[in-house]
């Protein structure tokens, strides 16, 4: 059903039959600068939403640099179809851009989040009843090296399914189909927590260690980094078990040295967090791992230990 939408303070409404923009981009993170670019580049129709400065200019691993033309905090007033609604965001701004933009978004909308870490969902669960609400993981790869200026840095893989385990094949086709013109190597996936599991079990052990020894990634094959990559994989593999989700740790070193080795020269997003200054994803990572195992009983002291050293 159509719906008219209320826009907060500061966001203009657009007539409908002003726009046909039915893409929505939350932030003007990395990624979602990197979405808006391949909307741009498809001739998809988008709009982005954003709080600080906007990114104006993407480079693109092609060589190509894209200068985003996409209208800012415009909000269809009359919406007669279901809108896509993107959330590419850190994990601790999720919550409270839902609970910013929810009454913009028309009920039955598709709502898609894309962060580092778990949690998030469950603690947006009431504000985002009303949609058909999806989680995606990427390991595409892009940052800011100035406030309006992004740059790819990799490619990858993409996993989307529905967050709340409805199944509905048409609609989740037709997100998917929608992603795979934003972002590389889109697939669907019926069990979306599982496949987000085991991203946390990477981050897990990547990006704490990374930040706190400022090394690139591929530093992390190296003897130095053994020990402590197998302490971690084994706290990660049991609480993962106890979850239902099963990996051995020998699974997760493998996945984590597969990276290290695609990504050798990157510094992932908590080093950079860190050496700019800026709040880590630490409690979404490491914190969720911990939360979990302390609900099944399970003691994670080298998640903790690196939960503090962070913090400090």
Request: glycine letters at 6%; charged letters at 15%.
């Amino acid at each position: 059903m159509a719906q008219i939408v209320m826009a907060p303070i500061g966001m203009a409404l657009v007539d409908a039959h002003q726009t046909d923009t039915l893409l929505h981009i939350i932030g003007s993170g990395a990624i979602g600068s990197l979405i808006a670019a391949r909307a741009q580049k498809t001739n998809l129709a988008y709009s982005r939403h954003i709080r600080s400065t906007a990114v104006k200019d993407v480079h693109l691993m092609d060589g190509d640099t894209v200068h985003l033309r996409g209208p800012v905090n415009q909000w269809p007033a009359y919406s007669p179809r279901e809108l896509t609604v993107l959330f590419p965001l850190k994990s601790y701004q999720i919550v409270s851009a839902i609970d910013e933009y929810a009454p913009c978004i028309p009920h039955g909308s598709n709502v898609v989040l894309i962060h580092n870490g778990m949690g998030c969902y469950e603690q947006a669960q009431t504000a985002l009843a009303a949609f058909h609400t999806f989680m995606a993981t990427t390991s595409d790869a892009a940052f800011k090296p100035s406030p309006q200026v992004c740059r790819q840095t990799g490619t990858g893989h993409t996993k989307i399914g529905y967050i709340d385990g409805r199944q509905n094949s048409e609609r989740l086709q037709s997100v998917t189909s929608l992603m795979a013109k934003l972002l590389s190597g889109v697939a669907s996936e019926q069990a979306i927590q599982t496949a987000m599991w085991h991203k946390l079990a990477v981050n897990a052990l990547i990006n704490p260690l990374t930040a706190l020894h400022d090394v690139p990634n591929g530093a992390l094959l190296e003897p130095a980094y053994t020990a402590q990559l197998e302490a971690l994989a084994d706290e990660v593999s049991a609480v993962m078990r106890a979850c239902d989700i099963n990996v051995s740790p020998q699974g997760i070193l493998t996945a984590v040295r597969e990276v290290c080795h695609k990504t050798a020269e990157n510094y992932s997003s908590m080093h950079q967090d860190r050496v700019h200054g800026r709040r880590t994803e630490i409690d979404a990572i490491n914190g969720y791992i911990v939360e979990q195992g302390l609900k099944k009983g399970l003691n994670c002291t080298c998640n903790q230990a690196l939960i503090n050293a962070i913090k400090r």
